[in-house]
């Protein structure tokens, strides 16, 4: 599998790189970030996945969670694939912020016209972690993974669907109960169609009551994020860990939106939560 390098620029002693790998799970040419810590020249180094959510790409949290300098601390790589495919051409791809291309909720559509090209879920566990174990310093046996809102979502359901491949996890106002929020309504019926049972395969909520995640997991939510009441609703996903035996520490914070200002603020905990769970 080959990698194409689109720029690559020095940053705290490591690289931050922007790259294009072939995808066949999504049929084209897929984008992806990568941030390489100075520790990475002399081994292999713990690995982290950001998802990123609605309207975003592999650029949003390069260039606005302020995570490298303390990536290169900890010896932290980290890797930020786009949020879909892109330039599809499929009728009601684009022109709906809340669907399509910037919006593939990390699954694999099973509907037409989804189904050709929307395939997030085998792209970043499969392939591009096979991509960065190839082309990379990155060590597949310690990796973790965190996102924001539609990457939270991405982050707990990829977890939870494969404890193999990720040993560490976070969330930054994640949608939590994707089958009972517009968010996850809108596009589940579509991508997955009107089958509940392939929803709740998709649902954090439903997942960690049916196998808890190995380790704690952390998740940092703005008390003045606009979209907290209608689509994030944390506390369902502290009831289901509360159930389920889940260690869970879930932090409100007064003030914070639903913004990368939010994001960045909280980001050094979280990269020292990932880099704690991925050296024990
Ligand atoms: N266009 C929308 C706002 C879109 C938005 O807020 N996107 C969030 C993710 S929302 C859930 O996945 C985001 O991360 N945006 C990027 C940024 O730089 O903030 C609207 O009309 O409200």
């Known amino acids: 599998m080959s990698v194409e390098v689109a720029s690559e620029h020095g940053c705290f002693g490591g690289v931050q790189g922007f790259y294009r790998m072939a995808s066949p799970a999504c049929g084209g040419t897929m984008r992806f970030a990568v941030f390489q810590p100075p520790q990475a020249r002399k081994g292999r180094v713990p690995v982290l996945y950001y998802l990123a959510g609605l309207t975003c790409s592999e650029e949003t949290a390069t260039m606005k969670a302020g995570a490298q300098r303390v990536a290169a601390e900890l010896g932290l790589m980290l890797v930020m694939p786009d949020t ?65 809102s539609m990457g939270g979502h991405g982050a707990l359901v990829l977890a939870l669907r494969h404890p193999d491949k990720f040993r560490s996890l976070s969330a930054f106002a994640p949608i939590v109960a994707p089958s009972q929020v517009p968010w996850g309504q809108k596009a589940f019926s579509r ?50 860990c509360a159930e389920a035996g889940q260690a869970l520490t879930l932090r409100r914070h007064a003030g914070y939106d ?7 603020s909280f980001i050094e905990d979280h990269l020292r939560h990932h880099a704690a769970q991925l050296s024990a």
Do not use: N
């Open 258 to 264: 639903h913004g990368y200002y939010f994001i960045a």
């Open 84 to 148: 879909s495919p892109r330039d599809t051409g499929i009728d009601g791809a684009t022109g709906d912020w809340e669907f399509g291309e910037a919006a593939g909720f990390y699954l694999d559509a099973t509907q037409a016209p989804w189904s050709s090209r929307f395939r997030m879920e085998t792209h970043v566990v499969h392939e591009l972690s096979a991509a960065v174990a190839e082309h990379f310093p990155a060590d597949p046996g310690r990796a973790g993974i965190f996102g924001h």
């Open 191 to 240: 991508y997955l169609g009107d089958h509940h049972r392939a929803w709740a395969e998709h649902d954090a909520c439903e997942l960690v009551q049916r196998r808890p995640f190995g380790g704690p997991i952390l998740i940092d939510q703005g008390l003045d994020d606009k979209f907290l009441a209608a689509q994030l609703q944390p506390e369902r996903f502290e009831a289901a």
